[in-house]
């Protein structure tokens, strides 16, 4: 008989067990259903595609890169002829004139003396009728024709204003020049070579910005990712204390165990709560820092999609230093500033040669200048600077010197790059190690927990039995969950350096990789 009421009170019991599990779980899925409702699920590769498309880092490095093609166009327009048109209009102190008074008071005595006593012979008959027969005219005839023009002559020169105003005071013009150079030592050439160089710089620099981005985008779509799996692993923690105080009270209600059991019951119930409201604080950051990195303006919170991974086996940090030689951005950069520096001093050089022009000027139109000057000059420059205090000179010593210093810093960034794929490389393996040993130990966690709760509710357990099995369930589940998180940042951070940072996504889709769901 009491055997019969014992059994009904345990199946009573295990009812009342099912009811709060299934209630839970209700409870669960209705808080799962407005959490989706107000959150957007958001999956790697969409994130991807929003950073590549919105990012402002990114978007600036390629404003940073057409700015670059536009001075490399500049650059290209130094060989061409350059028309300009000028307007000018000057104010003197004075009229530019000149006084020939000094000569026409030296000249009319002398006009006005063969004028009146002047005696001329031979002089040519001007009639040409006459001239065949008489070529030349009588003495007195002759003296009468030429004392005659004297006498002309000299009324002019006692009419004409012998100070003469070359240029007014007030005068302006407007011309256009035109200036080709044709040539510069090599200074237009080293000046194109150098703007081609730096666009070629800038594009490095988007990669380098898209590299960063990859790895950033991985630290917090993966983190967002880990702080939800998290927060569902408290969660579980949570009702399950919720459960294990459940049975404590009842428990305690019969008799079963002590009070001492039902506080430490208690105890842990507050904890996992506290727990699960950090978690989900933690949550709440992280999916701010994303929306930063996608550069959302909307109030989004996000749900990640994409699982957390690894892969049991990934190339040596051979294959990636190899890699990193030939693909860094980094590298290819100060390469590139390498071949920047022998164009300074290209440029440099070419200051010790003379610059040679084709030029020329025409008046379109004027007022009041003087009727002297031409319409129109052209003609051709040569500038040499022969001596300049050296300043030339030194300018093309500092120049070998930039090109030396870009040598050493192209062998420090190598050896920095290859130590830091060596550390990433080192990391991933030791995520890996961990991974490997965390799924054995969650095995036998969840059996322990089975064994620990089953002798529990059979009143041969305590409740810090029970407590200490869950706990040691959850922090093998967040361990796996953060050692697969810290595999995904090394792995991004490797391939940053490799210079392959878009590789991630082949090594997260590969055929091998596990996807590390809880």
């Known amino acids: 008989m009491y055997q019969r009421i014992e059994i009904l009170e345990n199946k009573t019991k295990l009812n009342m067990r099912i009811l709060v599990i299934l209630l839970s779980g209700l409870i669960g899925l209705t808080a799962a259903g407005q959490e989706t409702n ?52 000057m104010m003197l102190s004075d009229d530019v004139s ?12 002398l006009y006005g003396a063969l004028s ?25 005839i002759g003296t009468t024709a ?42 237009i050439n080293a000046a194109n070579r150098a703007a081609r160089l730096r666009v070629d710089e800038s594009s490095l620099k ?64 507050a904890q996992s709560e506290r727990e699960y409201k950090k978690a989900e604080r933690d949550y709440k950051v992280i999916n701010e820092s994303l929306r930063n990195t996608l550069a959302e303006d909307e109030e989004i919170r996000f749900t990640p999609i994409t ?31 390498q071949n920047l520096a022998k164009e300074g001093v290209h440029a440099e050089r070419s200051s ?40 030339t000179h030194h300018k093309y010593k500092a120049a070998r010197l930039v090109e030396d210093q870009v040598q050493h810093i192209y062998y420090k960034a190598t050896r920095d790059i290859e130590t830091g794929i060596e550390k990433y490389h080192q990391e991933i393996h ?20 089975r064994i620990r709760h089953q002798a529990f509710l059979e009143g041969v357990a305590t409740s810090t039995e029970v407590v200490d099995a869950s706990l040691a369930v959850t922090k093998v589940k967040i361990e796996q969950l953060q050692a697969a998180y810290q595999y995904e940042v090394a792995l991004a951070q490797m391939l940053e350096l490799a210079g392959i940072p878009e590789q991630f996504n082949h090594y997260r889709n590969d055929i091998n990789t596990i996807q590390l769901n809880q």
């Open 38 to 89: 107000q959150s957007q699920p958001l999956s790697f590769d969409e994130a991807l595609q929003k950073a590549l498309l919105q990012n402002e880092t990114l978007q600036q490095s390629v404003m940073h890169q057409r700015e670059r093609e536009h001075e490399l166009k500049a650059a290209r327009a130094l060989r061409l002829p350059q028309i300009s048109v000028a307007a000018s209009y």
């Open 98 to 109: 000149i006084d020939m008074t000094g000569v026409r008071d030296a000249i009319t005595p």
């Open 116 to 140: 009146q006593f002047g005696n001329f012979s031979n002089v040519p008959n001007p009639d040409a009728a006459t001239s065949g027969m008489m070529p030349v005219l009588p003495d007195n």
């Open 146 to 187: 030429v004392r005659e023009q004297l006498k002309n002559g000299l009324l002019k020169i006692e009419n004409t204003d012998w100070n003469t105003v070359l240029q007014q005071k007030n005068f302006g013009m407007v011309s256009t020049g035109v200036v080709w150079p044709l040539f510069t030592g090599g200074k």
């Open 206 to 269: 988007e990669r380098q910005k898209r590299g960063a981005l990859y790895s950033e985008l991985t630290q917090r779509y993966f983190g967002l990712a880990l702080a939800y799996q998290v927060k569902e692993v408290r969660e579980e923690v949570l009702n399950a204390m919720q459960m294990h105080l459940s049975d404590a009270e009842k428990l305690y209600e019969e008799g079963i165990v002590a009070k001492a059991e039902l506080l430490h019951a208690q105890l842990y119930h």
């Open 307 to 337: 699982s957390l991974f690894y892969l049991k086996e990934i190339e040596s940090s051979d294959f990636f230093k190899q890699m990193a030689r030939v693909d860094n951005p980094q590298l290819l950069e100060i390469a590139s500033k």
């Open 352 to 391: 010790f040669m003379p610059t040679i022009a084709a030029m020329g000027n025409y008046n379109i139109v004027d007022y009041q200048l003087a009727h002297a000057m031409p319409d129109y000059m052209a003609g051709i420059t040569l500038s040499w600077k022969i001596f300049g205090g050296g300043a």
């Open 430 to 449: 030791l995520a890996l190690e961990q991974l490997e040993e965390l799924e054995t130990a969650k095995k036998f966690a969840a059996e322990y927990y």
